[in-house]
């Protein structure tokens, strides 16, 4: 689990106005200020610009901003570094916030808002429930107010951001965080706040933001934000959409994008409705180089097996995260590269989710959609273990960058129920043809006859870490979908040798293509290896 530092304040997407600027924005709300009945307010004020403040302090501040949230979550320009002040800024107003000190949070409640209720309110009292099911069951089906529920998700999402924490006890935090995510219910912390673009007011933002293109759900936009270039992904919202669904879909991906942490994956910045009013955006780096499919175009000679590595490290973290995260939408498009040139993994399911739900918005997917959820059934495999569709979707995503074409022909054979003829005509290196070997096992038609993401990384690390020329064929595994068999002893070998070499057709696991050949008989005893194999196959020697 990842402690970004997008979670922080401190971050420059997350910018604060300075204090002086704050203390001018709070006279401007308050017309009132300096008048008598307003001396607690500004008392509160000094205190905890001093440094010198208690909860009291903190609540008497909440009190007089509770109905100008922007301004009730700028007072963390007052606070010090090591306090935070977690609030919703879009109700009209607060009624609970969560306020961080020193790795403790706890929910605080307005003096005049009473629950009844006894509710857990620090991080303490939810370890304290995380194993009494029957008690989180009950707390669930409570009507609680929206915001105690927004406070509740930032108290869980503080426990699986502390590094004391153990992994089981984050894993277990996690999944009632998803639980609400899933509600609609979000950490506050997720959302920018006070994002400032050049010197406009984020309202009249609209045309300072450039416009790149369109993706399956959102709207591509670069824009400019504290002086840092920003991608902007923003839903795209038609007059047949759902809202409320789109909203669900949006909490649950992002959810789980604000937990990942991995150098093959695209950092998270946070989500922010201010740019764009109604609409909920997503934040990323900037990566000036796009996807690999252009960065291909452009760069030709880049390491296309290096490429494919890094894309299975992703993968493969999130195949392995407690509990799995399916992509839902691996494909060329959705794969940056950074300034290094390192392969970047972005959109975690928001697009899988949404793409479905107009014929005119999956188009762009259908091409890399594995076959079971296509025809009658589908419904009944999208409830099934989604890895496998994962699988899928990454031989999609090998054929394009092979080929830098859409994996088109490949969709169209495994829907005819026949399988694709690999590796199509053309030169390809020797780490190449294992990876048309890996695209063939991918795209299975049968979900189950796909390889795990761990059997396909390790494979590769032997190609390329022991080299190509010292793998025998004897120890290969004759798929990837099972780990390698024994090491044959010599009179295997002697046998196995002699078969080969009187063989008049010799198929080759790399393509489903047949190469005639007879080879001379061999004088050297040596061990018979894979290059060896695939010059007989080809007819080299």
Known sequence: MASLEASSTSSPFRSLPSPLEYLQLVE?????????????????????????????????????????????????CLLQPQCRLECSTTVDEVSHFVLVHQR?????????????????????????????YDAWDKLFKLSLHRQWLECFAQILQELIDDPAIDKLCKSAVYKRLHHLAKHGILP???????????????????NRTEYIASGGVCD?????????????????????????????????????????????????????AEIFPGRYCFALPWFKNGSIVFYLKENPEHDKFLAVQQILEAVDYLHTFDPPIVHKDIKGANILVNDEGVCLLSD?????????????????????????????????????DG????????????????????????MFSVLQGSPPRLPPLGKWTIEELH???????????????????????????????????????LSRPNSLKEPPSRAANESEKWAIQGWLWHRFSYQTVISDVPYLYTPPLRKSCRPLIYTDVLCMGMGWV
């Not at 949070?105 to 009494?132: F, M, W």
Request: aromatic fraction near 8%.
């Open 28 to 76: 401007c709300q308050l017309i009132s200020l300096y008048s008598d009945d307003q001396r607690p307010f500004l008392n509160a004020l000094a205190e905890i610009a001093e440094g010198y403040w208690s909860i009291q302090t903190i609540l008497v501040a909440a009190h007089h901003l509770k109905q100008h949230p922007r301004l009730l979550y700028g007072l963390n």
């Open 104 to 132: 403790r949070s706890t929910i605080l409640s307005l003096p005049d808002v009473d629950e009844g209720l006894n509710l857990p309110t620090s991080c303490e009292d939810v370890l304290r429930l995380l194993n009494d």
């Open 188 to 206: 506050p912390s997720i959302f920018l706040h006070f994002v400032i673009i050049g010197n406009t007011k984020p309202s009249y933002v609209m």
């Open 220 to 272: 591509i936009h670069k824009v400019s934000i504290r002086g840092t270039v920003t991608c902007l992904r923003v839903i795209r919202q038609t007059e047949m959409s759902d809202a409320k669904q789109i909203y669900k879909a949006f909490c649950s991906e992002i959810i789980v994008w604000r937990q990942l942490d991995h150098p093959n994956l695209a950092p998270f910045i946070g989500a922010t």
């Open 348 to 384: 975690f399911g928001l697009s899988g989710t949404l793409d479905l739900q107009h014929v005119s918005s999956a188009k762009g997917t259908l091409y890399w959609m594995p076959p079971e959820l296509f025809g009658e059934d589908c419904d009944a495999h999208a409830n099934t």
């Open 387 to 410: 890895r496998p569709r994962d699988i899928y979707s990454l031989g999609c995503t090998i054929y394009e960058i092979l080929t830098r074409n859409k994996p088109s022909a490949i």
């Open 435 to 473: 990876l048309w070997r890996l695209v063939a096992d991918c795209v299975e038609i049968k979900p189950g006859q796909r390889p795990l993401i761990r059997i396909i990384k390790e494979h590769l690390s032997r190609v390329r870490n022991v080299g190509v020329s010292q793998l025998t064929v």
